[in-house]
């Protein structure tokens, strides 16, 4: 038994220093890259991680929207050089469920890199997320590029990690937006501030206090509370207590449901701003009203930067018919009124236009070039907003509007805000 | 017959230990680092075999002791500068150096985490069973809550992005495989010594508690050291995966360690087949391939895949569970047995002294 034992260490150190020089041999040749990975004479390849399963699972939508938009590029012919895809080239999109967990995001970026060989990084969702990814990205050259999650470092962390963009309007240009329209139209407000306990909340928050400067003093009571709280009675009944008369709610969809509803069984009728990722899904806010009454939901203030495919508004809007239509004919068994598709359809069609813009022999260095001079209209963006970047300039959507609801739908008020 | 067993488990670990140390210069960088994350899950499910398998008490929250582990490395690897860089100032009395190399926080990562499952351990033993279950399910459910209200420790929800792993020492091996070899060596000292403890007086008096606890005592195991010291043990090796994990993602949050991924390690284990360390390595396998299958299984069209992962993981496991209620090892076993019985039936008639053959013979 123990004569047995040693001859298999002895076995195990003889295979280990046999391999080891193996190992040290094979480490040099990895690095000489030559063609541009994942782009061919006839595909360019490009891939993203996103939470299909798991407890944010209800952007599952959003990969699948983009999937149709590069469906009907691949196959209609391009006006300009009458090819089909990019300069000929057709899209594959490929993307991964990493169920809202950083360590599966990192494992499944590495299969899209070494496994499909992906030109890009693209959309992959989550701050946290993109942010375990982020320096091993920007380590081997490879562009992270229009992340799905409006955390603001995106675009002012540009200069440490040249490789990385976001897309949408930050978190705290947001935040910025909803205290300006306060000191403009409830100068004497009362505001009470109701936000989830992360980086995504306190990013809204320190938004809210920048627009509001030397106005803070407004601010009359401000809590928070944890994604996995399951009731914010307490919370709220202190926020009641303040009397205060605008309600400031920096949380996502289920909890912004679940604190309204609260509202009414403590009887406490505030105004409300609730955030853009609340107001973009129509399913959000009719659950609210149902729990809670049209009295406690009409009136909410929000904020858009997309248009909004379920708005009457856009019923006969061009470019939202044109939506519906190629939903329609690529994924039929689709709910197109779901905002998470039309955001990711949207995202797609500026992911077109990068990949246009990076050249007919595109290389990643092209790729990230062209998210430098990023400047056109994105017609799902609401009109005027533009996507437009530059050198210093890394926030390619920074424009929105407010919207006000009222009896089932969202309506555009005022001009169109500057969020940086 | 033992004999036969004894040899073959010989062969077994002689090849895997020299099928481990060729394999980087075949495998391809993606392959490579499954394979990491496969010695780093082997670890953790060794050190949970030793609570479920052999000392028959239960955990479903024993991720949790790979995040303390993986969190312990994390802040010894970034360091009290490092973490006021990320604007993190930790109370002065936690010891946190100035940034520390990644290979050293391994063995601190097994002691805290051990540290914590033995502290978990001393009021657990007095519950068994269902209760026990729900202890350890507390466990799971509370570490990321408690991750994240520490955040002036631990970087709250945001997480803590750790400087990308390096080889150390000057030595001229790539990153990759650097990691590899840190974790399989990491992982054979680990299974040679849970071998050791487990053949012994110890393995014997948790083998004596899980079958029969009342027995076990009459006979002199003392029952509230051994179950302690098994929980101690398990969770210092789920924090040795944790402090590797760490390193290899070079990333913590709270996210990272969902009370899911301590469910998965449980069945994994199960699935692998409980009590036996070939087990825990098929269990390490089937954690880090199933899921990445269920993604893109084979046969089937990429409609399924994309819209149900979690599904199809499900039934996998469910199929696998029918075909094989021992789990995968189980099943190995059975069909070694049934084909060492076959080929002993036929010899005996050539060999009459095989004492197997005689009692095969007394049967039929």
Do not use: C
Request: proline share 5%; net charge positive.
């Amino acid at each position: 038994m123990k004569r047995a034992l040693i001859a298999s260490a002895l076995v195990a150190i003889a295979a280990l220093v046999v391999s080891l020089p193996g190992a040290f041999a094979t480490t040099r040749a990895e690095t000489a890259a030559t063609a541009t990975p994942g782009v061919t004479s006839k595909l360019i390849t490009i891939g993203g991680t996103f939470p299909l399963s798991g407890p944010a699972s209800l952007y599952a939508p959003i990969p699948r929207g983009m999937q149709v938009y590069f469906s009907w590029v691949n196959s209609r012919i391009n006006k300009g050089d009458h090819k089909r895809g990019v300069y000929g080239r057709q899209i594959k999109w490929k993307y991964y469920d990493d169920a809202y967990n950083p360590a599966q995001t990192v494992q499944l970026t590495n299969q899209l890199l070494l496994q499909d060989k992906v030109f890009a990084i693209v959309g992959s969702l989550g701050t946290a997320h993109n942010e375990a990814i982020r320096a091993s990205l920007n380590q081997q050259k490879v562009p992270q590029i229009l992340v799905s999650t409006g955390a603001s470092e995106w675009g002012t962390r540009a200069r440490e990690f040249p490789w990385t963009i976001g897309w949408q309007p930050d978190y705290v240009a947001e935040g910025r937006a909803y205290a300006k329209w306060i000191v403009q139209n409830a100068p004497n407000a009362k505001i009470a501030i109701f936000y989830q306990n992360d980086d995504y909340g306190k990013d809204y928050l320190s938004g809210v206090k920048e627009g509001l400067g030397s106005k803070s003093s407004l601010i009359v009571g401000e809590q928070s509370y944890e994604p996995t709280d399951t009731s914010y009675a307490s919370q709220i009944a202190r926020l009641k207590a303040t009397g205060a008369d605008t309600w400031v709610i920096l949380a996502i969809q289920t909890p912004t449901v679940r604190a309204l509803a609260t509202a009414k069984a403590l009887a406490w009728r505030p105004k409300d701003i609730v955030i853009n990722s609340v107001s973009a899904i129509d399913l959000v806010m009719s659950a609210a009203t149902q729990s809670a009454g049209a009295a406690y939901t009409n009136g909410d203030i929000s904020s858009a930067y997309l248009k909004n495919p379920s708005n009457p508004t856009y019923a006969k809007d061009p470019w939202v018919k044109n939506y519906y239509r190629i939903m329609h004919k690529f994924a039929p068994s689709l709910d197109a009124k779901n905002g998470n598709y039309y955001y990711g359809f949207a995202k797609a069609y500026d992911v077109v236009r990068l990949l246009y813009l990076a050249g007919k022999n595109p290389t990643r260095q092209s790729l990230m070039n062209a998210t430098r001079k990023m400047n056109w209209v994105n017609p799902y963006a609401l009109k005027g907003v533009k996507v437009k970047t530059s050198a210093t300039d890394r926030f390619p959507i920074s424009q929105m509007r407010l919207i006000r609801y009222q009896d089932g739908s969202w309506t555009e008020f005022g001009s169109l805000l500057q969020g940086r | 017959m033992r004999r036969v067993f004894f040899a073959l488990n010989v062969a077994a670990a002689v090849v895997l230990v020299a099928v481990f140390a060729l394999l980087p210069q075949h495998a391809g960088e993606l392959r490579l680092q499954r394979f990491t994350y496969v010695a780093i899950y082997f670890i953790a499910l060794l050190g949970l075999n030793i609570l479920v398998g052999y000392s028959g008490q239960i955990s479903l929250g024993h991720y949790a002791f790979v995040g303390i582990g993986a969190y312990t490395a994390a802040l010894l690897v970034i360091g009290r500068p490092g973490l006021e860089l990320l604007n993190h100032h930790p109370p002065g009395w936690i010891p946190l150096g100035d940034g520390m190399r990644a290979i050293f926080t391994i063995p601190i990562a097994g002691i805290v985490a051990g540290v914590f499952g033995y502290a978990f351990g001393l009021p657990a033993q007095r519950l068994a069973g269902v209760s026990l279950a729900l202890a350890t399910f507390a466990v799971g459910v509370s570490l990321p809550q408690i991750a994240k209200q520490f955040d002036n420790v631990t970087g709250g929800a945001p997480g803590l992005p750790l400087t990308l792993p390096t080889t150390p020492f000057g030595w001229n091996i790539s990153v990759p495989h650097w990691l590899y070899y840190e974790a399989w060596v990491t992982a054979a000292i680990l299974a040679f010594a849970a071998w050791l403890l487990l053949r012994g007086r110890a393995g014997r008096a948790l083998g004596a508690l899980r079958d029969g606890e009342i027995a076990a005592v009459s006979s002199g195991v003392n029952p509230t050291a051994y179950k302690t010291f098994a929980f101690g043990i398990s969770a210092a090796y789920a924090g040795v995966a944790g402090a590797l994990l760490a390193v290899q993602i070079a990333f913590v949050n709270p996210d990272t360690f969902p009370l899911g991924q301590s469910i998965i390690l449980l069945a994994a284990l199960v699935l692998g087949g409980l009590g036996s360390m070939y087990g825990a390595l098929i269990g390490a396998f089937v954690m880090e391939y199933l899921p990445i299958y269920a993604q893109d299984p084979p046969f089937t069209s990429n409609g399924l895949s994309t819209k149900a992962p979690t599904v199809t993981f499900g039934v996998i496991l469910i199929v696998i569970m029918l075909v094989a209620p021992n789990g995968l090892m189980g099943l190995l076993r059975s069909l070694g047995r049934k084909i060492i019985y076959r080929l002993n039936r036929n010899s005996v008639v050539i060999d009459e002294r095989s004492p197997l053959g005689q009692s095969r013979r007394a049967e039929a």
